[in-house]
């Protein structure tokens, strides 16, 4: 198996506990890596054959527009609409991360990593 990596993808949401964030919003970064076989696009050079970074960019887009109050729960929703629109991802590691949080101190980003295997159908 090999990989696609996604890396800092950047997007403005209004995620957080604060009612201030559902107004300012803040900076996130998303990086996403899928494990899916590649073997057919490496032979056939056809966007068909693999998982189109397009769409993987879509989803967290479309994803990180919806409010939450936990970065955790929008992980979940990203993970969730991968693994239900890109039928040949196997596994997913998603980190986001909240640029400069407003948690009273200085703090370059709080992040959430979640690894999550495909469950057996």
Known sequence: MQHIILKNIRVHANHGCLA???IIGSDYRV???VKVP???AIKSDRLA????????NRIVKEEMAIRSELLEHVAGRIIDRIFKELSEVQKITLEIA???PP??????SVSVKIKQKKLAN
Do not use: F, Q, R, W
Not at 49 to 56: A, I, P, R, S
């Open 20 to 22: 201030e964030e559902g």
């Open 98 to 100: 909240k640029i400069n």
């Open 49 to 56: 054959d693999t998982v189109d970074y397009v769409h993987l």
């Open 103 to 108: 948690i009273n101190g200085d703090v370059a």
């Open 31 to 33: 990086d996403v890596k």
């Open 38 to 40: 590649l073997e057919k």
